[in-house]
């Protein structure tokens, strides 16, 4: 266990439709990143906020947003959902901010769109 | 574009022997690498790293080898165990940038 919580597990969903995907980091750690991992892709880097700001921005569609509240959990919200969506989110965090902190991913939610 | 590459979808090992999955990369910048392991319906597992300063780094079963002028690293399990049945991803950065994985191995050890 990773100390790393991501809701819900599942999810399907129809196109056109908006759903939001919900992570809370390690107790301590202030960066949350986002993953997409599509059949047969590797993980697709999407955004990582530190304590609450935006610090990096990766393949992120305009579609897709999120956020980091003071609680420090974060939600990814997708929107005008398209079949090609389907995929794995995985949520991650670390201590600090920076590619040199080793993260701690979350089990994921998989995402149906139908 | 994918940046790093993971060329062998899949390997078979005996238990006890050498398992060997290997990473390309394309991007010269690359100064710190990661290898992590990931079981069905769990999020990956950070493994082992290495930076762009060494040639090798190990702990305990397992090596990583970083060959920078083949813009190549590798990752030896010895002696490989069924518990090490996994998806492996490497993953990449440059100067602490955002981290590029690649499409994963799956290794399966035959006890």
């Known amino acids: 266990d990773s100390g790393v919580t991501q809701t819900p597990k599942h999810l399907i969903t129809a196109t056109g439709q908006r759903v939001t995907l919900r992570c809370s980091p390690r107790?301590?750690?202030?960066?949350v990143y986002w993953y997409q991992q599509s059949l047969d892709q590797g993980l697709q880097f999407l955004i990582q906020?530190?304590?609450?700001?935006?610090?990096a921005k990766g393949n992120i569609l305009e579609r897709f947003s999120a956020q980091q509240f003071p609680d420090l959990h974060s939600e990814l919200n997708l929107s005008s959902l398209e079949l090609g969506d389907s995929a794995l989110y995985f949520c991650?965090?670390?201590?600090?901010?920076?590619?040199?902190?080793?993260?701690?991913f979350g089990p994921g939610t998989r995402l149906t769109v139908l | 574009d994918q940046q790093v590459k993971q060329n062998s979808p899949s390997l078979s090992v005996q238990e006890g022997r050498i398992s060997i999955l290997n990473c390309d990369y394309t991007?010269?910048?690359?100064?710190?690498f990661l290898w992590y392991k990931k079981y069905p319906a769990e999020g990956p597992t950070f493994l082992i790293s290495?930076?762009?300063?060494?040639d090798k780094n190990e702990d305990g079963r397992f090596t990583v080898f970083l060959n920078k002028s083949a813009k190549h690293l590798s990752l030896h399990i010895v002696p490989s165990q069924p518990g090490d049945s996994a998806v492996y991803f490497c993953?990449?950065?440059?100067?602490?940038?955002?981290?590029?994985f690649g499409t994963g191995t799956s290794l399966t050890v035959i006890p």
């Open positions: 991650a965090s670390s201590p600090g901010t920076g590619a040199y902190n080793e993260q701690f």
């Open positions: 107790s301590g750690d202030l960066s």
């Open positions: 906020y530190y304590n609450g700001e935006e610090r």
């Open positions: 991007n010269s910048m690359f100064d710190y």
């Open positions: 290495i930076s762009s300063i060494k």
């Open positions: 993953a990449a950065s440059a100067i602490g940038n955002q981290f590029y």
